[in-house]
């Protein structure tokens, strides 16, 4: 008779914190991002949710008709405002954004 040990895989990742899909007392998070259309601009903008634990609930990027801007629109629901606020924050700090606009949306 043989016996297996089981080893820990050590590739697998603590799943990532799933925020609710509709939470009434917390407002959706939403971002238009302005900037350049660089290759490196979208995953800097997934690492200000992912060094966090956070999937963004909607993500929409395109590519101005010259070629040269980008803009994205993430939307991340269940977010307190002033978590919020910091995430905008730290994305105009992000090398390649010219803006960041935020606004929150309560309800549907």
Request: a positive charge; proline letters at 9%; hydrophobic letters at 45%.
């Amino acid at each position: 008779m043989v016996s297996v040990m089981s080893s820990p895989n050590p590739f697998k990742r603590a799943p990532a914190r799933s925020l609710p899909l509709k939470q009434p007392s917390l407002p959706t998070a939403c971002y238009a991002v302005h900037g350049a259309a660089d290759p490196g601009l979208m995953p800097r903008l997934t690492a200000m949710f992912a060094k966090r634990g956070m999937v963004p609930t909607r993500w929409h990027a395109a590519v101005s008709a010259d070629g040269r801007d980008q803009t994205v629109d993430i939307q991340v629901c269940g977010l307190k405002p002033a978590t919020a606020a910091q995430i905008a924050a730290s994305m105009r700090q992000v090398w390649g954004v010219r803006a960041v606009l935020m606004s929150e949306k309560v309800g549907g």
